[in-house]
């Protein structure tokens, strides 16, 4: 596996590659794998002929008062997974070759943004937008591959590759869960033994609306307020963010689950803040 630190290097590599007729897939990731990032991976890499996974700790994606510096990180055990895996190149470059102090340009798509994760986190998309684009710049890839559990990500990069004509095509792979069924997630070691306990609550309530929606119940005001119910049953130790019911491509809200629909929530608890989210199909029902 080649460890590549200097975005010049990466950009070199991946052209050269890319004129030789190579395929080439990207999975980018802030590291600390857990098995969300590995099947991510994998799947990547029975896809092109080389995989390429960034590691990078994008600071323009975090708030003044988030979690940049409690992200959880070990390079070490990183760089020994993806190399277990078969990672080709392991891209991991330094804020400060990434972003200089002068930097001005950037990526945003307002209308994705009116809701869900951008409440709370207003710059956040506008800082994962403009380093996927930097990434995407930087190692030329054919297909890029991301997680379903940050759908709002997705859906931002979705609109970006279409709106910019950016050649790569973007993958997406289901959301890989605890047994317990808690979403993985890098940030789920910031949680302290009883908030663990009751975060399997976030996906247990999503599935409970999915049982409602089969049920014939698809308003999304009482499906959201039974939800509401749930969680302060169930996780006391959490403040619910969002709870939404939206289309699942433009993320505008949804007042009726008809055809397909998107619940998304974000709870807050002290040692970290989660997301999930589940796609319901209520054709037919
Ligand atoms: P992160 O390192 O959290 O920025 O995630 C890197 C990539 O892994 C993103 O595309 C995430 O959506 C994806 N990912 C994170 N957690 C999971 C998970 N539990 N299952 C599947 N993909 C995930």
């Given at each position: 596996m080649q460890i590549i630190t200097n975005p010049d290097q990466m950009q070199s590599w991946s052209m050269e590659q890319r004129c030789a007729g190579k395929r080439l897939a990207l999975v980018p990731t802030m590291g600390y794998f857990h098995e969300g990032h590995t099947s991510l991976m994998t799947w990547a890499k029975s896809?092109?002929?080389?995989?390429m996974?960034?590691?990078?700790?994008?600071?323009?994606?975090?708030?003044?008062r988030e979690d940049l510096r409690q992200y959880p990180?070990?390079?070490?055990?990183?760089?020994?997974?993806?190399?277990?895996l078969g990672v080709d190149v392991l891209f991991m470059p330094r804020a400060e070759d990434m972003f200089s102090p002068s930097h001005a340009v950037w990526i945003d798509a307002p209308s994705l943004c009116r809701g869900l994760c951008a409440v709370q986190r207003p710059t956040h998309f506008r800082g994962v937008a403009t380093v996927v684009a930097k990434l995407f710049?930087?190692?030329?890839?054919?297909?890029?591959?991301?997680?379903?559990?940050?759908?709002?990500?997705?859906?931002?990069?979705?609109?970006?590759v279409q709106d910019l004509n950016i050649p790569v095509e973007i993958r997406s792979r289901p959301t890989v869960r605890e047994s317990d069924g808690l979403a993985m997630s890098s940030r789920n070691v910031n949680l302290d033994p009883a908030e663990r306990a009751q975060a399997s609550a976030l996906y247990e309530g999503l599935r409970q609306v999915e049982q409602w929606v089969g049920d014939g119940e698809t308003e999304a005001s009482l499906l959201l307020a039974a939800l509401g119910?749930?969680?302060?049953?169930k996780m006391p130790l959490g403040?619910?963010?969002?709870?939404?019911?939206?289309?699942?491509?433009?993320?505008?809200?949804?007042?009726?689950?008809s055809g397909t629909a998107l619940v998304a929530v974000a709870v807050q608890f002290k040692g970290a803040r989660l997301i999930d989210n589940i796609l319901m199909n209520a054709q037919g029902q």
């Open positions: 896809k092109a002929d080389f995989l996974v960034s590691l990078f700790v994008n600071p323009t994606q975090f708030g003044p990180r070990d390079v070490d055990r990183d760089t020994r997974i993806a190399e277990d710049m930087l190692t030329s890839p054919t297909l890029a591959v991301f997680g379903e559990k940050d759908w709002q990500q997705l859906a931002v990069i979705r609109r970006m119910e749930f969680y302060a049953r403040r619910v963010e969002y709870m939404a019911v939206v289309e699942p491509e433009l993320l505008y809200p949804l007042e009726e689950v």
